[in-house]
């Protein structure tokens, strides 16, 4: 256990980031699936407006150093190109 103040200081800082982040990365995972269950359902409409909600939540998820700035491209890349299969 720490012993510093610091060192206590840098756990609550610690914890209270990681709930953030969890959230953050929990809503970004929902909206991937949800862009999936569009693109698998066919529906253009849906899966646009699904697509742009996560691409929203991935962008500020990267701003705020929650996922890397290449891992969100990546992730936006393969749900647009599964957006497109659609006809």
């Known amino acids: 256990m720490a ?6 200081k840098r756990i609550r800082q ?7 982040n969890r959230s953050v990365m929990s809503r970004v ?3 991937r699936k949800k862009v999936a269950e569009a693109v698998t ?4 409409e849906a899966a646009v407006a699904a697509y742009n909600v996560f691409a929203s ?3 500020k998820a990267a701003k705020k150093g929650v996922v890397p ?3 969100a491209a990546n ?3 393969k749900a647009a ?7």
């Open 69 to 71: 700035a290449n891992r």
């Open 57 to 59: 939540a991935i962008d």
């Open 14 to 20: 610690t914890i209270a980031r990681t709930a953030v």
């Open 81 to 87: 190109k599964a957006v497109a299969t659609i006809a």
């Open 3 to 8: 012993h510093t103040q610091s060192a206590k």
């Open 75 to 77: 992730y936006k890349s």
């Open 41 to 44: 359902g066919n529906n253009k």
């Open 29 to 31: 995972r929902t909206l």
